[in-house]
């Protein structure tokens, strides 16, 4: 049978339309039994589509600067051959005839090829069995450094691949809903696009389907690609292995002898199967980079050019399914990015993030309090809403226990979510999963040992143990019937595997695998009631919002001056890849990590000085913090300095909230810059200005404002002031003089 943990996690159903094929995007499925080569059906259905030149879709000018998406479109070559899916910033090429494979894979801004040979378009094992999905092979002779059109015509059928029976061609779905109750980028969910479903049958003893599908959206250089995987037979059998992605890419460098460090091909790869960490490189568990040893003209002498992307799970699934059972895998996007330079490939990143996981663009304020009686809460509630604030959270050390199952828990919850109401808040809690021990039935098993322990934070509790699925089980119901609408997910599941025999996986195989479809189950059904998720971890594309920005927390015990100059430290390095959305930073209002009197705000009268630092350097970069304490104001000097940044923010919420670029790294030295820019908005962009030093300082700033979508000239205010003319540089560079005291903050926006 298929083991199952909660839920199946969602994934891309591709819809037929029911019509015949009249424009692009629209086709008729198409089915008939496994044959050697392209079915009668798949070859007319793709026929039947318009002629498609990947080239004539390609977006004029800077597609960043774009206010209106290309759409994606699928087509034709003009001889029949070839399916051709395109969105005019990249474009992919499937050879139809005589069977079923990718032929090319294209950045079209800069007309460069990524793909330089032909590989299977999945692998599957089953039973102990591998199994090549579709693809063609080339003769003895070809060369697997460049993939010409004249080469195509000598591919062929690899009799031992599963051949591809059907095309389904629709539109994107959802692997989840996102119910939308509080402010968020007006982004469409699911992205507009144009999806692919491949259909491969496997006969024999045991026959199955294996669905290859892929996803364009319109207006971003990606393409995603997952597989699902169905028993059409009367037996079980095991799912072993897969393999979601096999792309024979074109290297980035090609050195004789072998560096300490090879340079990766032109493709950011991240997939939804992404746990431990807090950024994109260090939460890959699925996307390798190795060496092609079929690529026998590469420069390198020993051959080991990492220039093969193989896309599979560290181990696994090693699920059971029975008849009529489906596996679905983890989703792989694949990234183009047009430039090396460090600026525009991260906002292709932050472009896609804000495509893929929209959510992360909800932004609440949020008040971390450190009490759970009742007149702490209420007051918390109270001061939230007198200051301009959107949330309360029970944070870590509070007191409250979410897991208590005590009814007079709950009631009092319930109190405190109609107070909280009342005044326009939303509230929520803390829990901690992975980062401590329940017990040896429960832990995560090591196979060393046989015993608990081994685990990234050396005892984990296993999701799959009957305490993982109580837990669950508690928070689902929790916030279905109490209205808790945010949670702060601590110790999120980081990739653990259990050798646990009494657990509801398998085995160790498919251990992580039922885990973290456990983990992403909740997150989207979180997602789909407008729950709010707090995760230190990189669950984004599972439903996830926000994660940390990046920080030590230790640093929260230092001196009150040295925690500024590394909160804006730590800003500037952690929106290279994130949003300002999308991370959050710390601000100590009582004592954390130790530090004393020093490191503390409380009492906040008495250091407004450093309160007003702390607000300004979150909120002028658009980055929520947890302020945590029992309170945001002590006297009405404090409430109306809190109540004066939030305003400052809400005014300016969405070009703050819009990506930043990475001006000038704090460093205590000099001013410290950084600068906001959205081109579809009226204020295209906002300067944040700091003074970190004892003294005066006056400058010529160079702000960029090319990313602004600015030239010639604009209308510049600062502080919110009169506006003025200012002549802008041939590369769309403003030159302000700006003059600070000691500490001093300002800001500037720009409009057209």
């Known amino acids: 049978m298929s083991l199952r943990i909660g839920f199946a996690v969602g994934v891309l159903a591709v819809a037929a339309f029911a019509g015949g094929a009249r424009h692009p995007g629209e086709a008729n499925a198409a089915g008939s039994p496994g044959v050697a080569e392209t079915s009668g059906e798949l070859a007319a259905t793709v026929r039947a589509l318009p002629v498609l030149d990947p080239e004539r879709t390609r977006v004029a000018g800077d597609w960043l600067l774009a206010t209106e998406p290309a759409a994606t479109r699928v087509g034709r070559s003009a001889d029949g051959r070839e399916l051709v899916l395109a969105n005019g910033l990249v474009a992919l090429t499937w050879r139809v005839e005589p069977g079923v494979a990718r032929v090319a894979f294209d950045e079209l801004s800069s007309r460069r090829s990524l793909l330089r040979a032909v590989e299977p378009e999945a692998r599957v094992t089953i039973d102990g069995v591998p199994h090549d999905v579709g693809g063609l092979v080339a003769g003895a002779e070809q060369d697997r450094a460049f993939l010409r059109v004249s080469d195509r015509e000598r591919l062929a059928v690899d009799p031992a691949a599963l051949a591809c029976e059907a095309l389904t061609i629709g539109k994107p779905v959802a692997p989840f809903g996102w119910k939308r109750v509080r402010h968020a980028e007006e982004r469409p969910w699911p992205p507009p696009g144009v999806a692919l479903d491949f259909r491969y049958r496997a006969s024999g003893a045991k026959p199955f389907v294996v669905h290859v599908r892929y996803t364009m959206y319109d207006g971003l250089p990606l393409v995603e690609k997952s597989l699902e995987v169905e028993n059409v037979g009367s037996e079980s059998f095991v799912l072993d292995a897969l393999e979601v992605e096999r792309l024979a890419a074109v290297e980035s460098m090609s050195p004789v002898e072998t560096p300490g460090t090879f340079g990766r091909p032109d493709l950011d790869v991240f997939s939804d199967y992404a746990f431990g960490g807090g950024d994109l490189a260090s939460t890959n568990r699925v996307a390798r980079w190795l060496p092609d040893p079929r690529y026998g003209t590469q420069v390198n002498y020993r051959l080991q050019t990492p220039c093969l992307l193989v896309c599979a799970p560290p181990r696994g699934p090693s ?41 992360c663009t909800e932004n609440p304020l949020m008040l971390h309090c450190t009490r759970s009686d009742d007149e702490g809460v209420f007051t918390a509630i109270d001061q939230a809403a007198a200051v301009g604030f959107e949330m309360v959270i029970l944070s870590f050390g509070s007191g409250f226990d979410l897991e208590n199952p005590d009814p007079a828990v709950t009631a009092r919850a319930r109190e405190w979510v109609r107070h909280a109401a009342e005044k326009k808040i939303e509230i929520g809690s803390y829990s901690l999963l992975s980062s401590r021990s329940i017990g040896p039935e429960t832990d995560v098993i090591d196979p060393a040992t046989s015993k608990p322990g081994g685990a990234m934070f050396g005892n984990a509790p296993c999701l799959g143990s009957a305490w993982g699925e109580s837990y669950f089980r508690r928070l689902i119901d929790f916030h279905s019937n109490v209205g808790f609408t945010l949670l702060e997910h601590d110790g999120s599941f980081p990739g653990d595997f259990c050798a646990s025999t009494s657990h509801a996986h398998r085995g160790y195989d498919d251990s992580q695998w039922t885990q973290w479809q456990t983990i992403a189950h909740f997150y989207g059904w979180a997602r789909e009631r407008g729950i709010y998720l707090n995760v230190p971890d990189f669950y984004y594309l599972a439903g996830s919002s926000k994660c940390g920005m990046g920080y030590r927390e230790t640093n929260w015990s230092l001196p009150r001056e040295l925690q500024i100059l590394h909160a804006r430290q730590n800003i500037y390095d952690g929106t290279w890849e994130k949003t300002p959305s999308m991370g959050w930073m710390f601000v100590p209002l009582v004592q954390y990590h130790g530090g004393g009197e020093a490191a503390t705000i409380e009492p906040l009268d ?63 030295r000099d001013l410290d810059v950084w600068l906001h820019v959205n081109p579809a908005l009226g204020e295209r962009a906002l300067a944040m200005v700091f003074n970190p030093t004892e003294a005066a300082l006056t400058r010529k700033l160079e702000l960029p404002l090319y990313y602004a979508g600015l ?13 003025r003319e200012l002549a802008l540089g041939p590369t769309s560079a403003a030159a302000l003089d700006v003059t600070l005291p000691p500490g001093g903050i300002t800001w500037f926006v720009f409009t057209r």
């Open 319 to 359: 699920v059971e399914l029975d008849a009529g059972d489906s596996e679905s895998s983890f989703r792989v996007f694949e990234l183009a990015c047009d430039s090396s330079e460090r600026e525009r490939r991260g906002l292709t990143i932050r472009r896609a993030f804000r495509t893929l996981a929209p959510w």
């Open 711 to 723: 030239a010639g000239s604009v209308r510049v205010a600062e502080r919110d002031g009169a506006a």
């Open 606 to 668: 008495q250091h407004l000085d450093a309160y007003e630092q702390h607000l300004a350097t979150n909120l002028g970069a658009g980055v929520q913090a947890c302020y945590r304490g029992p309170r945001l104001f002590d006297t009405d000097r404090t409430r109306e300095l809190v109540a004066r940044w939030v305003a400052f923010f809400k005014r300016h919420r969405a070009i703050l909230e819009s990506d930043l670029i990475h001006v000038r790294r704090p460093d205590g």
